[in-house]
Antibody
Framework: EVQLLESGGGLVQPGGSLRLSCAAS????????MSWVRQAPGKGLEWVSR????????DYADSVKGRFTISRDNYKNTLYLQLNSLRAEDTAVYYC???????????WGQGTLVTVSS | DIQMTQSPSSLSASVGDRVTITCRAS??????LAWFQQKPGKAPKSLIY???SLHIGVPSKFSGSGSGTDFTLTISSLQPEDFATYYC?????????FGQGTKLEIK
């Protein structure tokens, strides 16, 4: 059974940093690209970043480019998102999502809440 | 960037009804279109990929169609558990983009 478990969310001040983790199980982690998607309170879904299975290719939304860094450890079966220079508008539930071979999301984690506030 | 526009933004229907949600892309995306269902306080659930292929375990009451710029999600014989918000998403190019969502409510 595929499982994705996010952690690392919390309350952080504007300008601060946070690292999110997504522990994966139930599939060969290194074979699949992974993404982060966020959802601000009461709003829709926003794609944030994607990393290839090997980790050598990454993409970012313009809203986070230069501030967020996606990475993965295929030995630990874990996906990461480093969030720097956080702003109030980064407040959201952050989900990790697994891609299938057709590049579409098939499984999602339960999400972790990041709140940026002073 | 590709913009995804869903219609309607909200929809009221009764148990047993059949409903259709439309998603339009600002430029052609072939069939690189997915649909997701989200219930309040829960993570999204993947329903459809490649415009019309159902993910494992998704009941056949859900169906998708379309190619290029215009796509539809149809849900037949609505049950109470189907009332949720539905999102489309293009994965033809980066940045990947979602529609704004369609909230399906019980009439």
């Amino acid at each position: 059974e595929v499982q994705l478990l996010e952690s690392g969310g919390g309350l952080v001040q504007p300008g601060g940093s946070l690292r999110l983790s997504c522990a994966a199980s139930g599939f060969r982690f290194s074979n699949y690209a992974m993404s982060w998607v966020r959802q601000a309170p009461g709003k829709g879904l926003e794609w944030v970043s994607r990393i290839s299975g090997s980790g050598d290719s990454t993409d970012y939304a313009d809203s986070v480019k230069g501030r967020f860094t996606i990475s993965r450890d295929n030995y630990k079966n874990t996906l990461y998102l480093q969030l720097n220079s956080l702003r109030a508008e980064d407040t959201a539930v952050y989900y990790c999502a697994k891609e299938n071979y057709m590049d579409s999301f098939d499984y999602w984690g339960q999400g972790t809440l990041v709140t940026v506030s002073s | 960037d590709i913009q995804m526009t869903q219609s309607p933004s909200s929809l009221s229907a009764s148990v047993g009804d059949r409903v259709t949600i439309t998603c339009r892309a600002s430029q052609g995306i072939s069939n690189s279109l997915a649909w997701f269902q989200q219930k309040p306080g829960k993570a999204p659930k993947s329903l459809i990929y490649a415009a019309s292929s159902l993910h494992i375990g998704v009941p056949s009451k859900f169906s998708g169609s379309g190619s290029g710029t215009d796509f539809t999600l149809t849900i037949s014989s609505l049950q109470p558990e189907d009332f949720a918000t539905y999102y489309c998403q293009q994965y033809n190019s980066y940045p990947r983009s979602f529609g704004q969502g369609t909230k399906l409510e019980i009439k």
